[in-house]
C-alpha cells in the first residue's frame, strides 16, 4: 500500500510561484506512476499532471501546460508541481495520487488508487 502526503500548499499573489511536494512511501513505490489533480469549491476535482514511474514521460492539462512542471525523486521517494504564473482559477486543494501501473497514467480518477489529504493553494489578485 502506499501512502501520500502533500505540502507546500499557501497563498500567493497572481504572477508568482509555488512548489508543492507529495512525499510517499509503501514497498515498490519506485514502480508507481503518480499524478496531481485539483479542485475547486463547486466544482469537480479535475486532472493537472501525471509523470510515468522512471520520470521520463509526462502529461500535463492545457490550462497548466508551459506553466506547470511535474517531476519526482526517486531516491527520496517524493514528487513536486512547479507552478509559476499563478492565475486566479489555479485557486483549489491540490491532491497527489499514484497507481500501480508504470507507464504514464490518463487524466481519469479511476486509474488511481492512492491518494492524498491535499494542500489548499490560494491565488490573491
Known amino acids: 500500500q502506499v501512502q501520500l502526503v502533500e505540502s507546500g500548499g499557501g497563498l500567493v499573489q497572481a504572477g508568482g510561484s509555488l512548489r508543492l511536494s507529495c512525499a510517499a512511501s509503501?514497498?515498490?513505490?519506485?514502480?508507481?506512476?503518480m499524478a496531481w489533480f485539483r479542485q475547486a469549491p463547486g466544482k469537480e476535482r479535475e486532472f493537472v499532471a501525471s509523470?510515468?514511474?522512471?520520470?521520463?514521460?509526462?502529461r500535463y492539462a492545457t490550462s497548466v501546460k508551459g506553466r506547470f512542471t511535474i517531476s519526482r525523486d526517486n531516491a527520496n521517494i517524493t514528487q513536486y508541481l512547479q507552478m509559476n504564473s499563478l492565475k486566479l482559477e489555479d485557486t483549489a486543494i491540490y491532491y497527489c495520487?499514484?497507481?500501480?501501473?508504470?507507464?504514464?497514467?490518463?487524466?481519469?480518477?479511476?486509474?488511481?488508487?492512492?491518494w492524498g489529504q491535499g494542500t489548499q493553494v490560494t491565488v490573491s489578485s
Open positions: 495520487a499514484a497507481n500501480s501501473r508504470t507507464g504514464l497514467p490518463g487524466p481519469s480518477l479511476d486509474e488511481y488508487a492512492y
Open positions: 509503501g514497498r515498490t513505490f519506485s514502480r508507481y506512476a
Open positions: 509523470i510515468s514511474w522512471s520520470g521520463g514521460l509526462k
